[in-house]
């Protein structure tokens, strides 16, 4: 959900997944949404090429398009990737895989 839709619906679809599981199973789940939320956030950052919401790169989406105008007026430097819309696991993704880890190395 976070990867396509961006970060606002990640962190809703997460946290409401435990809060109705501690309704209807264990209210010790509940607790946990916080985790889902973060979560959330964090994957609906990373971003995806040419999605209408959270691309970053390009043509970004409206979403991060709003969130990078408001950090920049906060002076909120931002390091940035995108995941492409081609990327596949295996052979074909290393190039990808290199960039990441060069970006999270640099965090």
């Given at each position: 959900m976070a990867v396509v839709y961006g970060p606002f619906f990640g962190a809703l679809t997460g946290g409401l997944t435990n809060v109705a599981l501690g309704i209807i199973q264990n209210p010790k789940n509940i607790p946990f949404a916080l985790v889902n939320i973060a979560v959330g956030i964090v994957v609906g950052l990373i971003g995806i090429n040419n999605s209408p919401t959270c691309s970053?790169?390009?043509?970004?989406?409206?979403?991060?398009?709003?969130?990078?105008?408001?950090?920049?007026?906060?002076?909120?430097?931002?390091?940035?990737?995108?995941?492409?819309?081609?990327?596949?696991?295996?052979?074909?993704?290393?190039?990808?895989?290199?960039?990441?880890?060069?970006?999270l190395k640099g965090l």
């Open positions: 970053i790169v390009g043509e970004k989406g409206i979403l991060m398009e709003e969130l990078l105008y408001l950090c920049k007026e906060e002076n909120i430097e931002l390091k940035l990737i995108d995941v492409p819309t081609d990327y596949v696991d295996g052979e074909k993704g290393k190039g990808f895989i290199n960039k990441l880890k060069s970006f």
